[in-house]
Each structure stands twice: as C-alpha cells, then as structure tokens.
C-alpha cells in the first residue's frame, strides 16, 4: 500500500498527509493548465508594436514640436487604415485638372505669331510632360501627414525635375519680395549617411550649391542651415506647418483599446468550462487526489488544441461561471468611429454608405478645402513656368480647376451650358480628363489621319451649328420671304385683272341694252 496513506498513521497525521496531498494535486494540475493554454507572449499584437504611450501621445498632439508631430502622423498612417483612407480621400480628391492660360502682354501682338506660337506650344508640352496631376497628389499627401512639403527644383537647361527634401533636416521661416516662401536646408542630413561612398554617390545627386555647402560645412566650419535659392527650393504648408488631421489620433488609439477589448469580450462569450467530478462515497474519497490530478492531465492533454475550453476538476458542484461582459461594459466602436469622422469633417457615407443625406454638402466643404491647396499649388506651377517659358511679350497662368472625381459630370454639363454663350469650348473636355495638348492631338488624328469629320457627322446642335449654317438658314427665310412677297404681289395683280375685266363686261353689256 502507498506509503502516503499507511493506515497504520492516526486520523490526525492522515488528515495533514491528505490535504497536502490534495494542495500539491492542485498546484500541479493548475500548472498543467497554464502549460496547455497560456500562450509564451502574452501581450497584444497591439501592445508588442506600439511605438507610443497614451501619455506621448497627448503630449505630441498638444506642446510636441514640428518634427515630433510629422514622426507621430507618419507612424498613424502606417498601422491605422482608418487614418490612412481620410488622408488619400483628401489627397487625391481633386483630379488637379489643369489649364494653360497665354497672356500677351502687347495687344498689338497677336497668338498667332509664330515666334509666340511656339512659346505656347512648349509650355504647354511641358506641363503635359510633368505629370502634374501625379506631383500634386503626393503634395497634398504629404502636406496632410507631415504638415508640409519640401521639394528641390533641378533645372539643366533640357528638362526640370523635382527632388524631394527631408522634412526633418527643413524649414521655411521667411519670405521673398515675390512672397515666394525661402527654404533652408541642414546640410546635418549627410551627416545620417554613415557610409562614406554612399554619400558621396548621394551628395552628387543635388546641386553644385549644395555640394559646396556641405564641403563648407564640414571642413571650414560653416553654418549648417543653408538658403536655397528662391527659384530652386519647394514649400507647402495648409496654413501652419502641422500635420492636418492630428487631432483624430488621441481618438484613433482609444478606437484601437476599443477593439482589443471588444475581441477580448468576444473571446470570453465563446469560452467554456468543462467541469470534472470525481465525485465522493459520504466523505471518503473515490479518488485519490493523485489518482484526480491523473485524470486532470488526461482531459487537458485531450482539449489542449481547442483554447475556448477549461477544465476543473472538483469533488464538489459548482456553478457554471459566466465569461461575457456585462451589457453596460461594453463598447461602442461604431461611435467612436463616428466621433472620428465628424473631427475630421467627412462624411461616414463615403466610406459606409447608407444614405445620402448631407453628403452633398460634405463633398462641396471637402472641395473647398482641397481648393485651398489647388491655388497654390497653381501659383507654384504658374511661376515656374514663366521663369521658364515666358518673355517680353508672352506670359503665363496656370490654372487647377475646381474639379473632383465627384463633382466631374456635374462640372461638365455646367461647362457646357456656359459654352452655348460663348464662354470656354476648352474647359468641358478638361472636365474629362483630357489635357489641351492632347486635345488637340486627338483633334489632328480625328480629322487628319482618320478622317472621321468627314465620315461621322455630329448631330446639329448649339455647340456643331456654324457661322455659315446660320447664314444659310437666314438666306433661306430671305428666299422664302421673297418668294411670299411674289406670291402676294401676283395675287392682287390677278384681282386687278379680274376686276377689270368684269367691269369691261358690265359696260358692253349696257350698250347692247341700248
């Protein structure tokens, strides 16, 4: 017989031997619990790649500086898709559809000029060429996450290309008389590249003004923080240099506990207990605490691969333990995603669509704002362009229409109803997407190559009706005026006859009677 239970032993010692029997039976099938379901990192994906406490959070979005708050920004727009599709929605909310207005200086000189003609025509295919739709999308993008946008202007003569700058290692404090902002840049940014050929191959990358700055920089003991000059540096900001939507990201991290907590619930309200009764004769055992722990391991060993059950193994009932949340414990997360798009002032319906109420009013306020940034960046653009393309007797302005992928149909019809009074015949074809240049490419295909003005005729409208037709319709009601006026006179000279000739009759008549 087992040694721990010699009945030879008082009742007393018996009883200790027992229940420290049973303690240890216990202790070892809680451990075995633990070893089959407790996974080896217990922390939250969430919590193993979380780069900021709640506290730095709240801390960067109200006192951090700029360049705190763009490292902030960017990390939201990489885990957070939420923040991620606000960002794009307004990034690429307008089409960035463009016009190329030519203004001569002289009215005595006219468009036609060859000399202007082709001042025209290379402007043009440049901004065809450029990609301007493209730049300005990642503009925007990064404006709305960092807060602003630095850029570099490489110009050789044969082509512009823009570079862009790192935002950290950038600044923008001044402006010219041209109120074009100044950009400085940290030569301290080569200084990251450790590699001393990689930054080299780089250094050669950027102007020769820069190259000798850094050279400056690091063996004359040079300022740091150089100019760049007016026409080569690039700066963007909304109205001050601070990431656009930086206050949905307090609201973004708690949407994200809302989440861990309501999976959490969710895994709860699937758990179950399995309870195992060993059961009793009176107050002596049918199993022995060793013989119930073997039989612990056995249940454990068979549902280890299940991890929304437990098992208890008791001599004793017990009540089945519920795991859920109460009702008034849980969370809401379709609130706290609407809390998040009415601090970003769009609309729910663009990315759940369930009605339409209101979300004409919410596109026209996204228009407005993204307009904001159209205009400069058309001013960008006209003044590039102009110290580019124009001269003494030529000038530029480049134009970003009011037009987004929402808005396109509505701007075309408007564009046209505006064409039957002679205003722009350009704008409701820039409404679909086609730039002027290639327009006028089309044009020459059409008619030049395939001919299909001759083949396919448009139907007579107030857009295809021509100065000659009108004249033909109107020499038509002439004709048809005059043909009326013979008609008539013919008419009264028949009468005339008729007339005459019964009075002829009436006076023979009377000589006869005579």
């Not at 020769?208 to 400056?216: A, E, L, R």
């Not at 209101?358 to 960008?380: E, P, T, V």
């Not at 590039?384 to 229409?401: G, M, P, R, V």
């Amino acid at each position: 017989m087992d040694e721990k239970f010699d009945p030879e032993l008082n009742s007393e010692k018996l009883l200790q031997q027992r229940v420290t029997t049973f303690k240890k039976a216990i202790s070892d099938m809680i451990a075995t619990s633990k070893s089959a379901y407790i996974k080896s990192d217990s922390k939250s994906p969430r919590e193993r790649h979380r780069l900021y406490t709640k506290d730095e959070i709240h801390r960067i979005v109200e006192r951090g500086d700029a360049i705190e708050r763009a490292a902030l920004s960017e990390h939201f727009f990489s885990v957070s898709g939420l923040y991620k599709r606000i960002i794009l929605h307004y990034a690429t909310f307008l089409t960035y559809s463009w016009l190329l207005v030519p203004h001569v200086k002289n009215r005595k000189d006219k468009l036609k000029d060859k000399k202007i003609t082709n001042q025209y025509d290379e402007a043009a295919d440049f901004c065809a060429s450029f990609q301007i739709e493209r730049k300005c999308a990642l503009f925007a993008k990064d404006i709305l996450v960092k807060g602003a946008y630095y850029g570099l202007i490489h110009d050789n003569g044969e082509y512009i290309a823009i570079q862009d700058l790192p935002f950290e290692y950038c600044r923008s404090r001044f402006k010219n008389q041209q109120d074009i902002d100044i950009v400085e840049f940290s030569m301290k940014f080569f200084d990251t590249i450790t590699d001393a050929n990689l930054r080299k191959q780089i250094l050669q990358t950027y102007p020769k003004i820069i190259q000798k700055s850094y050279y400056n920089y690091k063996h004359n003991n040079g300022d740091a923080w150089i100019f760049l000059p007016a026409e080569m540096g690039i700066y963007f900001s909304y109205f001050e240099e601070k990431p656009f939507f930086m206050d949905l990201i307090p609201l973004l991290d708690d949407l994200d506990d809302y989440k861990e907590i309501d999976k959490k619930r969710n895994l709860q309200a699937l758990g179950r207990i399995l309870v195992q009764k060993v059961g009793t004769d009176g107050m002596k055992l049918v199993f022995e605490p060793d013989e119930a722990e073997e039989m612990h391991e056995g249940v454990i060993s068979m549902l280890q691969d299940n991890p929304d059950i437990d098992v208890i193994t008791t001599y004793n009932d017990i009540d089945l333990i519920d795991l859920s949340s109460d009702d008034d414990e849980k969370t809401t997360i379709d609130s706290v995603q609407d809390l998040i798009y009415e601090a970003a002032g769009v609309s729910k319906e663009l990315f759940c669509a369930s009605t339409d109420a209101g979300l004409l009013y919410s596109l026209n306020n996204d228009l407005a704002m993204m307009m904001i940034l159209g205009q400069k960046f058309a001013h960008f653009f006209t003044v590039l362009i102009n110290n580019k393309f124009s001269s003494k007797k030529l000038k530029f302005k480049f134009l970003i229409l009011p037009i987004s992928y929402y808005n396109s149909a509505e701007y075309t019809s408007k564009a046209k109803d505006l064409a039957a009074f002679g205003y722009s015949f350009l704008t409701p074809i820039l409404s679909t997407g086609i730039d002027q240049t290639s327009l006028a490419d089309l044009k020459e295909l059409e008619n030049e190559l395939l001919e299909l003005d001759e083949s396919l005729k448009p139907l007579q409208s107030a857009y295809t009706q021509s100065g000659k037709t009108n004249a033909i319709t109107a020499a038509a009601t002439k004709t048809a005026n005059a043909e009326k006026e013979e008609v008539e006179k013919a008419g009264n000279s028949e009468e005339t006859e008729e007339k005459e000739e019964k009075e002829d009759t009436n006076d023979g008549g009377g000589e006869k009677e005579k």
